[in-house]
């Protein structure tokens, strides 16, 4: 499955999947490599998608000014 092609839900389920595959231990080395190799991209595109709607939120985010002010998000206790 080719990364780019994918939904983030899309990527986290199938990246949920490889993870899974590794754990269990019972695929070829080619096959695991092939996999994690799989699964680094996933983490990339996520990472990305996570990072710009992050941006998107920050900017979304008006100050006194009515200027975009970074707001950080309350810790749950």
């Known amino acids: 499955m080719a990364a780019k092609k994918l939904t983030f839900e899309q ?3 199938r990246l949920d999947e490889i993870v899974k595959a590794l754990e ?3 695929r070829p080395l080619e096959e695991a490599m092939t996999l994690f190799e ?3 991209g996933l ?6 998608v996570l990072d710009d709607a992050e941006q998107k939120v920050v900017m979304l985010q008006k100050g006194p000014d009515g200027q975009p002010a970074e707001v ?3 810790e749950e206790a």
């Open 11 to 13: 990527s986290l389920a």
């Open 24 to 26: 269990r231990g019972d």
């Open 72 to 74: 950080p998000f309350e």
């Open 43 to 48: 983490i990339k595109s996520c990472g990305k």
């Open 38 to 40: 799989e699964g680094t």
